[in-house]
């Protein structure tokens, strides 16, 4: 980089990084469900996303949680009450990564 501009290349090169690091934490976690993943256009982080049945979202998404080893937790309730926003982050092998999910109700344990 030259005069503090972030190249394309730059940019090429953290998402490489950032799907690398995916393709390594998939590999090391096969026994568990796959989640949605996003490399970022401009970062070179990796979003996932727990999109399963509202049953199962809470546990899967702590399952994630603990595999990742993501300690920066955050639960927000939505407003209403009706739903939590749950948020993890960290940093693995140097590229940030999160995992989110929506929880409604009481966990969707009684299809509420």
Known sequence: MTGGWITQADRSGWQQRAAAELAAIL???PGIPVIAWTVTASGGALSGRVLAPAAVRRELFGRWRQALGLDELAETPAAGGTAVYLHARGVLSGVP????ATV???DG???R
């Open 97 to 100: 990564v999160s995992v989110t």
């Open 104 to 106: 409604f109700g009481n």
């Open 27 to 29: 590999a090391a976690h």
């Open 109 to 111: 344990k009684d299809g």
